[in-house]
């Protein structure tokens, strides 16, 4: 009816004087200005799964909240506790407006709080709210977020383009900010997402601009984002903490974003996530996972990632126990740790795990690298300047390959334990596309049917086979130069195993290309008997 708005604005300013309401079960409101209402004291509304759906008009260049809860002059009250249960926001009324320019945005928000210790939400929907905020919580401590869901929530102004103007700083599905002294946030069981054609600004923002945020623990369990340019966007000068557990990610040109933050203050752990990384747009080169713009550490542990294109992701990363599903190039750009793969099972389809000159390699341990193209061979992981480090992988028909990797002419790419496996019966080369640097095997086991371990080199380069097992293995290296002492290789302690399937003329140190070793303690032994070979 027409006194919806006095209604409702009434029932919200009498709730927070401590009255505990209870709306009429399944109504729908309309709204026909935006309400501002009142607390003063803690206050339960239950609105009974009740509809306010806004019929006012939003004028250019205006952002407008269906209804913001306060205290009267905005003083902050620590021992108020605000309690809003199974309420819907649709915003389908007012027209989605696609703005020409920054000062023609218009947007409409759901439900705004602030100003309260603590804020509790049981059962909350929004949809169609575009360039606006589908729940907004501002100036509290703590917060309980349960069953939320969010329908076409969130649109981009630009959506090309990463604008951080205040022309496109809204468009979120949830915003908490300003946090007071040590806060904590938990939100459960819940699902948002944006228009199928449009992009989402970002799905959980979380900034805080005041200066009174000591620190923010945010706990996420069972949440789902999907079409948001940054699904987590985080701005609150480093002192902030993500835990999340279980829920499905997609549509998004970053999954972590932080700018500003401090070295140990910023730390994401998520863990039983499945996650589609296939942007839409890169901005400024970055997309992906992870776009730490400062300092911190995002921790992925027992997720499904599936890399649907290439992507260049920055900052510090750790997955593990994970499964990893590689169709693109995968650069990780700038960090100031190591990557660190750790007891993944990282299937190859299309592109490898890239490593550039501005970061700090690879740190790999106890992963399965799995080809699964065609081909007999795919290249894994690839180093530009950088070391990759691996201990106790397995590589089944994939390769690795390095280039540059400085000082030149030592040994910085380690190869520890693990196994090399080989099924194809033509020559596999384990080094693909490699020079100008160096790897150290030791203790590895290389089986192959029938293979050539090829060193790459371009010159100056230091190879080393140490107490490996090589099943019909023969070691050449190209594009070595014979004059220069850097290209001798170092070849001591191994096990050599030939069978019938070992085709090659050479037994162990190939004819072509130009490898000079010192071998020392080597032994050759026939596969199908386990007996010594002795050369003449």
């Known amino acids: 009816g027409q006194n919806c708005a006095d209604a409702i604005e009434r029932f919200f300013n009498t709730c927070g004087t401590g009255v505990k309401g209870s709306g009429e079960i399944g109504r729908t409101y309309l709204i026909e200005r ?40 905005s003083e902050y009250l620590d021992d108020v506790v605000i309690e809003i249960s199974n309420i819907a926001f649709d915003c389908s009324l007012v027209p989605l ?44 401590n703590t917060a309980t977020l349960n069953r939320v869901y969010m329908s076409r929530v969130g649109v981009k102004l630009n959506p090309d383009t990463d604008d951080t103007s205040p022309y496109d700083a809204a468009g979120d599905a949830i915003y908490l900010g300003d946090i007071r002294g040590h806060g904590n946030t938990s939100i459960s069981n819940s699902n948002c997402s944006s228009y199928s054609e449009y992009y989402g600004r970002a799905g959980l923002v979380l900034e805080q601009f005041t200066g009174l945020t000591l620190s923010h623990k945010v706990v996420l369990t069972n949440v789902s984002f999907d079409g948001y340019h940054r699904i987590l966007h985080q701005e609150d000068h480093g002192v902030g903490t993500v835990i999340w557990i279980g829920g499905n990610v997609s549509n998004f040109s970053n999954l972590a974003y932080n700018l500003g933050g401090k070295k140990d203050t910023i730390h994401y752990d998520l863990s039983g996530l499945t996650i589609e990384v296939n942007p839409r747009y890169s901005y400024g080169g970055t997309s992906g996972i992870n776009n730490f713009q400062g300092f911190g550490e995002c921790v992925l542990s027992k997720c499904t990632i599936s890399y649907l294109k290439g992507v260049t992701e920055r900052g510090n990363k750790t997955i593990q126990d994970s499964i990893l599903n590689i169709h693109g190039v995968v650069d990780h750009a700038v960090s100031t740790k190591p990557h660190v793969l750790k007891g993944n099972t990282i299937n190859v389809y299309g592109g490898y795990m890239h490593y550039t000159a501005t970061n700090k390699g690879c740190s790999s341990s106890n992963n399965t690298f799995n080809n699964l193209e065609d081909s007999v061979m795919v290249n894994a992981m ?155």
Do not use: W
């Open 382 to 536: 690839h180093s530009v300047n950088s070391a990759i480090h691996s201990t106790g992988d397995t590589f089944n028909n994939v390769s690795i390959s390095a280039e540059n990797t400085l000082p030149i002419g030592l040994a910085k790419n380690t190869i520890t334990g693990g196994q090399i496996n080989y099924t194809g019966e033509t020559n596999s080369y384990m080094f693909s596309g490699s020079y100008q640097t160096a790897f150290k095997l030791t203790n590895v086991s290389v089986n192959a049917l029938n293979a050539t371990l090829v060193f790459y080199g371009d010159g100056r380069t230091r190879h080393s086979v140490i107490d490996c097992e090589l099943r019909n293995i023969v070691i050449s290296q190209i594009n070595g130069a014979a004059s220069s002492i850097n290209d001798i290789a170092r070849i001591q302690g191994n096990s050599f195993y030939f069978d019938d399937k070992f085709t090659a003329s050479s037994p162990l140190i190939s004819e072509s290309g130009t490898l000079h070793a010192i071998l020392s303690d080597n032994i050759l032994f026939d596969a199908t008997t386990d007996q010594k070979i002795v050369l003449p």
């Open 34 to 73: 935006p309400l501002v209402c009142y607390f003063n004291s803690s206050t339960q509304i239950d609105m009974c799964k009740s509809t306010l759906k806004p019929s006012f008009t939003v004028p250019s260049g205006a952002v407008m909240a269906t209804v913001e809860y306060k205290t009267k002059d």
């Open 97 to 140: 407006s696609i703005p020409t320019n920054g000062t023609d945005r218009r947007g409409i928000s759901g439900l705004v709080v602030r100003s309260a210790g603590e804020i509790i939400i049981n059962g909350y929907k929004c949809k169609d709210s575009f360039y606006g905020y589908g729940l907004m919580l501002k100036d509290y």
